[in-house]
């Protein structure tokens, strides 16, 4: 499907690469934008995408916010429906079953900061800046910031950045666990699709499980949590790639994983 404001590049390896791009809003999330959001993870062929990672145009902004324009008018209903619409995009992004990485080129304000935490794993450029600056226009984060901030970052640091609507650095981010690494604007996206390479190496299904495991523990408590893991370990003894994985390694040869 094409998209008004969403580009994306699948690789023959699996590597998939998804650009927010509206550049004259630095790339501020509309409503088309979160519909195209919604719709592109909706349909994503995981069989064919195993690692997706998430950017943004250009060099200045990964997305600096909500589209400020479009909520100035909004009433309480209209509010209501945008910040669902805007969290169930976003659930669904951290719901796929293939790891996701946030490649956070610029400003990633309110909305940009939310989508960024909606992705396992977090790599920032050195001009990259961070913050929930809601408070300071009348409102508070919709988009899910106030339930991952605070389960990243700590709940003391989450209220810090929120009632404040402060805004950091990308070293600032990374001090505090917002982040995982920093990196240089041209090394950024070499940096990300090098992890991705790693992370294709291995077992697509124990990959996947691996993931559905620490979400799903998220909510729980250490009884539910370990039951879990416990329940996802065994079923990778059910897959090919388990078999052949182990058997390679005993015979200390290297094995292509099939995914299945």
């Given at each position: ?190 940096a990300a699709i090098a992890l991705a390479e790693q992370i294709l190496k291995n077992a697509p299904i ?34 090919e790639d388990q078999k052949n994985g182990m058997a390679a390694f005993l015979k200390k040869e290297k ?6």
């Open positions: 499907m094409d998209y008004q404001f969403l580009k994306s590049e699948i690789r023959e390896n699996g590597l998939g690469i998804l650009t927010i791009s509206a550049p004259k809003s630095l790339n501020a999330l509309n409503s088309t934008i979160i519909a195209e959001l919604d719709d592109f993870c909706s349909h994503l062929g995981t069989k064919k995408v195993r690692v997706l990672i998430l950017t943004g145009d250009g060099e200045k902004s990964f997305v600096a916010g909500a589209d400020i324009s479009e909520m100035a008018t909004k009433n309480e209903q209209e509010g209501l429906e945008f910040g669902r619409k805007g969290a169930e995009a976003f659930r669904k992004l951290e719901d796929l079953p293939i790891p996701t990485i946030a490649a956070i080129n610029g400003f990633a304000l309110g909305g940009g900061c939310e989508i960024a935490m909606a992705c396992d794993i977090r790599y920032a450029a050195t001009n990259a800046k961070f913050g929930q600056p809601e408070v300071g226009l009348g409102i508070i984060p919709g988009f899910s910031g106030t339930y991952r901030l605070p389960k990243l970052i700590g709940q003391g640091m989450a209220k810090e950045l929120i009632y404040s609507a402060k805004i950091i650095r990308a070293d600032e981010a990374l001090r505090i666990g917002l982040v995982n690494a920093v990196y240089e604007q041209a090394e950024l996206m070499p124990a990959v996947s499980l691996a993931k559905e495991c620490i979400n799903r523990n998220y909510d729980m408590d250490r009884t539910e949590g370990l039951a879990l893991e416990n329940e996802l370990f065994a079923r990778c003894f059910t897959t094995t292509t994983f099939q995914g299945k």
